[in-house]
């Protein structure tokens, strides 16, 4: 069958053949021939005859259509195109269209119809017909339509070809259309290129031969791209050409979006910088750019050149609270008494009103001597004061604007900023009363307060929210706000009716039919444990069994919508279910219930531990270990257990200990354990040889150095005696230590030995690397690890703090032995951690919570370990996790190597080493009795209770004269910190607080500062007695006491004199 090119083909050879037209192919014409003109005295279609050897010009209708439709018979076939974009179209197409073009002789209904064709995804055929009737019509909206669709599609290439092409049809493009096209390229994700295209577009309306001159809305839209692509040199550039009056004049969106762009660089820039000091004076200059904006706006408001709207007011307050100072918090309060006419309920920042705040300014002393100089008693100028809109007469000059929930939200940010928690009360009241503004929250505002409320410990009236104000106003309550009120509940623990409280959230969460918020729960059960109510901890399990049991299901059968819960989702349960595991043991462990109930909560344990045990077992296998490995680890596991069972079986009979022969049997099953002769790597130096016992001696108690143990070995007195390889020896000397310290003159030569060690010494005798160096060569003589082997060292240390400080030894002397490390502890998120045990890491330094975690989850392993090292044990023992500590050490090899160290030597710290060490040798340095350090002067000074901040004001006096001074304050609370960090700042001093309800991050922040001598003066709890690892070598330290007790601190100590007041 002949295709339809073909068949039209043959029609036109036809149709010229019958009416007497030349049948030769058009180029082998001349153009003369191929022209005619109507002749009155010939046949219509005939040739025409020679007039002086010239053919006379005939006119033919016929001819004329088909040279009018004959680009259609030299068109490829519609299969056989590949680019729908083309302006060439089918000739199935073009009929289809053409005939729907008869019903269509008005553009706005071709308009419509192109709308509605675009509606359905058929772009192609919207071009066909917007195209053909470009050639009878006027259709500049149909184009619009079309551009406007590929912008929304981010389709910005097609879209301006389409935009050069409607000009090249003599379709003019109107005001609309270059709205659209810049309103299009602001969309995110903006495009590198993008910001270049729209400023060219922008531009060529202020050409002379425009058709279209620039407007208001141009400008408007070309700002947005600028401020999407963070251009603020090109948006200036814009804002600078904007006439004061007239078509083009600013109005409301426009410097609302001017606002905005400033806001978002401000902070886009801060991402970057690492230097408080640069970001704190980077966005002080962004607010006072926006500053003299809004002075500019409230002028020209009172002109009546322009109305202020609540989108501008919002832009304003937004770029105010991004400030590190009170001054633009708090002037957000005058922001909306100015434009809004809502009274300031808290007196202005410096005035004598105002009452003392704890305000947690965060930035370099320049900036905010250059950003809060007010004059006492004097409330500040600001571009903010009501009586700039004030007429001569006293009275507004301008309509103030409606309130709406912006204007709450800025309100209460500010009042949080502040801590104005009274006024934000206030605030709250006075917006949302029927009988003053009426406003109705939206959910964000109601999340706003809840967050003031958490801060203020206001469960009650959180509770009070959910159960009333939501749904008064008409809201359903989200998954979020449960988890605010439970967090409120968390910090309300002193509160009796607490517990009633998070049970009526956690009934109020089912009857919406939420599914279960597995951080939700944790709080709840967290709440519940802090009681130590056996019968309050039984009820809560009960209360959560129906919640645990969707769980389950969500995680074997995925969410209503089909969706499988995420790693992370299912990690959220398992730390609730191990929680609640956690509760049942400790119900049963310290008889908090009577035993007829508890059976039933064993059971109910039993069953979630399966659970865990058979979830964890899919997540490792699908994510961390592959399935081949996991079945050899589960062969080994199996063959290990088999040999035990043996061992046991035969131990009388067997010759040596249980022990021994297990780490024998352990080295022919792997061949990877190193024997007890291979864990020796010291070498005694000839000089260390040649000394006779009396030269030992001596050296021994000139540093008060005691021994226990046989075969205790000669301590050394330079770097090089101590046998370490010279890749040690020479990051030793990179660090500028000239000698070794007493600990470490006795310590290495007894942690080079291979044996068990004791090392007891003052906090910052230099322990961290008496067992560090040796560990490094230990490592180096050790077999790779191989994929899914654990750690080879394992450092456990009683704090996050420590654990760092620890990492940051290793990192500095290990790398030139390409030596991996991981620091594993709590408080941030495991995703790193899990990251490094994965990849394998030959030293991992955890705190012991977070390594169980990690243990039970399956992330790592203990196999590999034959050097543990057991830091700050004293420190350990005193914060309860001799549990964790055991745990630990049964799931490591008898073989190993176990060094202990510790400030102290009391009685549990001994026991400890008579378990976990076998024939140990123990160094002490100094006095036994390392209770108090002997290098601190103690002052005690009994006082009464109201005399104790007139004595510590005179003593931080007399310690800051000199600037390079630090002071840490030691409170017994979190809530007297608070307070004294308050009162200090209140003063003038520059003081910050760090305690347990701090976030791990911003602990970290505040001990920068205190080092850094940013903040010389550190209020704390005993959070800050974690180990604040300044510097070694320390110099002479100064501690005055105020009052009783004073928490033990364990530091390493500052190049400057460090006091202390507790």
């Known amino acids: 069958m002949a295709s339809p090119h073909a068949r039209s083909s043959q029609l036109v050879r036809e149709y010229t053949t019958e009416s007497g037209r030349d049948s030769r192919p058009r180029n082998?014409?001349?153009?003369?021939?191929?022209?005619?003109?109507?002749?009155?005295?010939?046949?219509?279609?005939?040739?025409?005859?020679?007039?002086?050897?010239?053919?006379?010009?005939?006119?033919?209708?016929?001819?004329?259509?088909?040279?009018?439709?004959?680009?259609?018979?030299?068109?490829?076939?519609?299969?056989?195109?590949?680019?729908?974009?083309?302006?060439?179209?089918?000739?199935?197409?073009?009929?289809?269209?053409?005939?729907?073009?008869?019903?269509?002789?008005?553009?706005?209904?071709?308009?419509?119809?192109?709308?509605?064709?675009?509606?359905k995804g058929d772009v192609e055929k919207a071009l066909a017909l917007t195209r053909i009737a470009s050639k009878d019509m006027e259709c500049v909206v149909s184009w619009n339509h079309i551009i406007g669709h590929l912008l929304s599609e981010k389709q910005v290439s097609a879209a301006l070809k389409l935009y050069n092409e409607m000009k090249k049809r003599a379709q003019f493009p109107d005001s609309h259309t270059y709205v659209i096209i810049l309103r299009g390229l602001s969309e995110p994700p903006v495009a590198a290129d993008t910001l270049g295209k729209a400023l060219a577009i922008y531009h060529s309306l202020g050409a002379e031969n425009s058709r279209v001159k620039p407007t208001t809305i141009h400008t408007?839209?070309?700002?947005?791209?600028?401020?999407?692509?963070?251009?603020?040199?090109?948006?200036?550039?814009?804002?600078?050409?904007?006439?004061?009056?007239?078509?083009?004049?600013?109005?409301?969106?426009?410097?609302?979006?001017?606002?905005?762009?400033?806001?978002?660089?401000?902070?886009?820039?801060?991402?970057?910088?690492?230097?408080?000091?640069?970001?704190?004076?980077?966005r002080a200059t962004s607010i006072q750019q926006g500053r003299r904006i809004w002075g500019d706006i409230v002028g020209r408001w009172r002109a009546g050149s322009i109305m202020v709207n609540e989108e501008m007011v919002g832009a304003m307050g937004r770029l105010l609270l991004i400030g590190l100072q009170p001054r633009d918090w708090d002037d957000v309060l005058s922001l909306i008494e100015q434009t809004m006419g809502i009274p300031r309920l808290a007196p202005k920042l410096g005035s004598k009103m105002r009452k003392a705040q704890h305000l947690p300014i965060r930035v370099h002393d320049d900036v905010k001597r250059e950003q809060t100089n007010v004059i006492d008693g004097e409330e500040p100028e600001s571009e903010f004061d009501r009586a700039l809109l004030l007429d001569k007469r006293g009275k507004e000059s301008v309509q103030l604007i409606p309130p709406g929930n912006n204007s709450l939200s800025l309100l209460l940010e500010a009042c949080k900023l502040t801590y104005a928690f009274r006024e934000s009360y206030e605030y709250w009241d006075l917006l949302t009363n029927k009988s003053t503004y009426n406003l109705r929250p939206d959910m964000d505002n109601i999340h706003t307060f809840m967050r003031i409320l958490r801060q203020t410990r206001a469960s009650g009236r959180t509770l009070d929210i959910i159960t009333d104000t939501i749904p008064r106003l008409g809201w359903t309550p989200h998954r979020k706000t449960f988890r605010i009120a439970m967090s409120s509940c968390s910090r309300d623990k002193k509160n009796p009716n607490v517990m009633e409280y998070a049970n009526t959230l956690v009934k109020l969460s089912e009857h919406y039919n939420m599914e279960p918020d597995p951080k939700m729960l944790l709080q709840y059960m967290e709440l519940a444990l802090s009681t130590q109510d056996g019968e309050v901890i039984r009820q809560t399990v009960e209360q959560m069994e129906g919640s645990i049991t969707k769980l389950k299901s969500l995680i074997s059968f995925g969410q209503h919508d089909g969706k499988k819960s995420s790693s992370w989702d299912k990690q959220d349960i398992v730390t609730l279910m191990r929680t609640v595991v956690g509760a049942i043991d400790q119900m049963t462990n310290k008889q908090l219930i009577p035993a007829e109930k508890i059976q039933s909560l064993v059971q109910k344990r039993a069953k979630m531990n399966a659970f865990i045990t058979r979830l964890m077992d899919r997540m490792e296998g699908?994510?961390?270990?592959?399935?081949?490995?996991?079945?050899?680890?589960?062969?080994?596991?199996?063959?290990?257990?088999?040999?035990?069972?043996?061992?046991?079986?035969?131990?009388k009979k067997a010759k040596g200990t249980w022990t021994h022969a297990f780490a024998t049997m352990l080295r022919s099953l792997n061949g990877k354990g190193p024997t007890t002769n291979d864990r020796s790597f010291y070498k005694e130096a000839p000089t260390v040889a040649e000394r006779t016992q009396a030269e030992v001696d001596e050296f021994r108690k000139t540093h008060q150095i005691a021994i226990q143990g046989k075969n205790v070995p000669k301590p050394v007195e330079t770097f090089d005696e101590a046998g370490f390889p010279g890749y040690v020896i020479n990051e030793v000397k990179a660090q500028g230590f000239a000698n070794p310290t007493p600990i470490q003159s006795q310590g290495w030569p007894m942690a080079l030995s291979g044996r068990d060690v004791v090392g007891i010494a003052e906090t910052g005798s230099g322990k961290t690397l008496t067992y560090c160096l040796p560990s490094i060569v230990h490592i180096n003589a050790q077999p790779l690890l191989s994929p899914g082997?654990?750690?080879?060292?394992?450092?456990?240390?009683?704090?996050?703090?420590?654990?760092?400080?620890?990492?940051?030894?290793?990192?500095?002397?290990?790398?030139?032995?390409?030596?991996?490390?991981?620091?594993?502890?709590?408080?941030?998120?495991?995703?790193?951690?899990?990251?490094?045990?994965?990849?394998?890491?030959?030293?991992?330094?955890?705190?012991?919570?977070?390594?169980?975690?990690?243990?039970?989850?399956?992330?790592?392993?203990?196999?590999?370990?034959?050097?543990?090292?057991?830091?700050?044990?004293?420190?350990?023992?005193?914060?309860?996790?001799?549990?964790?500590?055991?745990?630990?050490?049964?799931?490591?090899?008898?073989?190993?190597?176990?060094?202990?160290w510790s400030a102290t030597w009391p009685k549990e710290v001994r026991a400890l080493a008579q378990d976990f060490q076998h024939d140990f040798i123990q160094v002490n340095v100094g006095s036994m009795d390392l209770s108090a350090n002997h290098r601190i002067t103690q002052v005690v000074e009994v006082v009464s209770e109201f005399e104790k901040r007139d004595k510590m004001i005179k003593h931080l006096e007399k310690i800051m004269e000199d600037k390079d001074n630090k002071c840490l304050i030691f409170t017994g609370t979190k809530r007297v910190a608070d307070e004294i960090t308050r009162f200090l700042r209140q003063d003038g001093w520059p003081a910050l607080?760090?305690?347990?309800?701090?976030?791990?991050?911003?602990?970290?922040?505040?001990?920068?500062?205190?080092?850094?001598?940013?903040?010389?003066?550190?209020?704390?709890?005993?959070?800050?007695?974690?180990?604040?690892?300044?510097?070694?070598?320390?110099?002479?330290?100064?501690?005055?006491?105020?009052?009783?007790?004073?928490?033990?601190?364990?530091?390493?100590?500052?190049?400057?004199?460090?006091?202390?007041?507790?």
């Open 993 to 1062: 607080s760090i305690h347990g309800d701090k976030q791990q991050q911003e602990r970290d922040w505040v001990l920068n500062e205190f080092k850094q001598g940013k903040s010389p003066i550190m209020v704390a709890t005993d959070v800050a007695s974690r180990g604040i690892g300044m510097i070694e070598n320390p110099p002479p330290y100064h501690s005055q006491h105020l009052p009783f007790p004073f928490p033990p601190l364990h530091c390493q100590f500052s190049p400057t004199p460090l006091f202390a007041l507790a």
């Open 220 to 282: 408007n839209a070309a700002l947005r791209v600028c401020a999407r692509a963070h251009d603020m040199d090109a948006l200036w550039s814009i804002a600078a050409k904007i006439p004061e009056q007239g078509a083009g004049a600013a109005d409301a969106y426009t410097y609302a979006t001017i606002l905005n762009a400033i806001r978002e660089h401000a902070l886009l820039e801060s991402g970057d910088r690492k230097d408080d000091s640069e970001i704190a004076a980077l």
């Open 622 to 651: 699908k994510n961390i270990i592959p399935k081949e490995k996991l079945v050899e680890l589960r062969r080994d596991s199996r063959q290990l257990r088999h040999l035990r069972q043996k061992l046991v079986e035969k131990e």
């Open 789 to 900: 082997d654990g750690p080879i060292v394992l450092i456990l240390a009683p704090t996050r703090e420590l654990a760092v400080q620890i990492q940051a030894e290793v990192n500095k002397f290990g790398k030139s032995s390409r030596i991996r490390n991981t620091c594993v502890y709590g408080g941030v998120p495991k995703g790193q951690q899990i990251r490094d045990l994965a990849r394998g890491v030959e030293v991992c330094i955890a705190t012991p919570g977070r390594l169980i975690d990690m243990l039970e989850s399956g992330k790592t392993n203990l196999r590999r370990v034959t050097y543990l090292v057991l830091d700050e044990a004293d420190r350990m023992l005193d914060m309860g996790f001799e549990p964790q500590i055991r745990k630990i050490i049964s799931q490591i090899r008898p073989d190993r190597q176990t060094c202990m």
């Open 28 to 119: 082998d014409r001349t153009p003369d021939e191929d022209t005619h003109y109507p002749a009155s005295n010939t046949k219509r279609g005939s040739r025409t005859p020679l007039d002086n050897g010239v053919p006379q010009k005939t006119y033919d209708p016929a001819q004329t259509w088909i040279k009018r439709n004959q680009h259609h018979q030299v068109r490829p076939h519609e299969e056989d195109r590949e680019d729908s974009k083309m302006p060439n179209m089918s000739l199935a197409l073009e009929k289809k269209v053409r005939r729907e073009l008869q019903f269509l002789p008005d553009p706005l209904k071709l308009a419509d119809h192109v709308r509605g064709v675009l509606k």
